[in-house]
């Protein structure tokens, strides 16, 4: 089976809007009978830590950025980690604790990936966290050899 | 076990006998890889051992994708070639672990993570560039 991403970036894309809109919506607590009212089922409320998880994994990103605009980072390199960036909303940010050469900061970014893959609820969360991880693994592999 | 987890496992399981087969295939083929098959069969020899003890059902019924003539037909000539192929071997075994990822929880969920890293840095090795989301379809 094949999972597309574009598939995932429409839900999880979805889940951060929904997100979004929720704050006012539960705040007049019309949110089930608002969204009916429109013919949209109501959208189970995202759990707070994936959240957190997504926030952390742009906040890495940001950082890996900001790396690879300072060293020579090979071009693939570079749209990997952009295209990482469109995956995960400005509006989630979280601090980064990335550090190091840019190889040892890809890998260790990437464990922190994988390891968030384990602890998130939303499967399509856990399926992009372990895919960003593999993404980064070969990100260090590519700025390794170069 | 979980019907899905199965299917999937056994998917990602024949995906693993595929390369089992292949690598030593390739490197017997082209002289210039033949190190380099030897370690990839090794490395999918540990893992399809792996699977087989996860998978509790039947496996007499897994084959692998390739018959013997349908690889014999693929053109490995070059080293270029054999690469591409190994890459796009790669790319299919990171979809079958990430569709364990989705259908498993825990340690096989654990191992199907692990396993996706490991075919994407195979994928680096047979000369590929880095992709942003292995297993995903672009």
């Given at each position: 089976m094949v999972v597309s991403r574009r598939a995932f970036l429409v839900g999880g894309g979805g889940v951060v809007l929904v997100a979004g809109g929720v704050g006012a919506l539960v705040a007049t607590d019309r949110l089930d009978d608002t969204l009916r009212a429109v013919g949209v089922e109501p959208h189970p409320e995202p759990d707070p830590g994936d959240l957190r998880l997504a926030a952390r994994a742009r906040a890495d990103t940001d950082a890996l950025l900001a790396m690879a605009s300072s060293t020579d980072a090979p071009p693939d390199v570079v749209a990997v980690l952009q295209r990482h960036r469109e995956a995960v909303?400005?509006?989630?940010m979280d601090t980064s604790a990335v550090s190091g050469d840019m190889a040892d900061a890809c890998l260790a970014v990437a464990d922190a990936r994988a390891a968030d893959a384990l602890a998130a609820v939303s499967v399509d969360l856990v399926q992009v966290l372990a895919s960003m991880a593999a993404g980064l693994a070969q990100c260090s592999a590519r700025v390794a050899a170069a | 076990m979980n019907g899905m987890r199965n299917s999937t496992l056994l998917a990602w399981l024949a995906l693993e006998r595929e390369a089992v087969w292949f690598y030593p295939f390739a490197g017997a083929r082209v002289s210039g890889v033949a190190d380099d098959a030897r370690t990839a069969a090794a490395s999918h020899r540990r893992t399809r051992d792996r699977l087989l003890s996860l998978?509790?059902?039947?496996?007499?019924?897994?084959?692998?994708?390739?018959d013997v003539g349908t690889l014999d037909s693929v053109?490995?000539?070059s080293i270029d070639a054999v690469s591409i192929a190994a890459r796009d071997l790669e790319q299919r075994i990171q979809s079958a672990c990430l569709a364990v990822v989705a259908s498993s929880d825990g340690d096989d969920r654990g191992d199907a993570i692990a396993g996706l890293r490991t075919a994407s840095l195979a994928e680096i090795a047979w000369s590929g560039e880095a992709r942003a989301f292995p297993g995903m379809r672009d």
């Open positions: 909303p400005a509006s989630l | 998978v509790k059902d039947d496996t007499t019924t897994v084959r692998p994708s390739y053109d490995l000539d």
